[in-house]
């Protein structure tokens, strides 16, 4: 079992960044995929990034490269999304969740493939 809790959400002016934190908890000694994902009022869930735990692979979905940027502290248990250059279509509630790498890893891009979610926790973007 592993939880996850994630911080630092807030309101933030077009333009602007923020980073969010994702804490882990439980079995984390896996071998894992910590995925970033996010979900806008009357929308799927669309996938943010993911972090390879073992060595710190990063992958990004198309709409936030080049302006968000996956981090990890081992020491921690923590992983970080930087959000820079932040638009009103980023505005949604944020998750991290965590993929025990198997059979057709370790890219993990749909909310299924995810074993544990966190709570969420809310951005705001304001023009």
């Known amino acids: 079992q592993v939880h996850l809790v994630e911080s630092g959400g807030g309101l933030v002016q077009t333009g602007g960044s923020l980073r969010l934190s994702c804490d882990a908890s439980g079995r984390t000694f896996g071998n894992y995929v910590i995925g970033w994902f996010r979900q806008a009022p009357g929308e799927d869930r669309e996938f943010v990034g993911g972090?390879?735990?073992?060595?710190?692979?990063?992958y990004y979905g198309d709409s936030v490269k080049g302006r968000f940027t996956i981090s990890r502290d081992t020491a921690k248990n923590t992983v970080y999304l930087r959000m820079s250059n932040l638009k009103a279509d980023d505005t949604a509630v944020y998750y991290c969740a965590a993929a025990l790498i198997g059979q057709g890893g370790p890219y993990y891009y749909w909310p299924y493939e995810y074993d544990y979610w966190g709570q969420g926790t809310q951005v705001t973007v304001s023009s």
């Open positions: 972090i390879v735990l073992s060595g710190g692979i990063t």
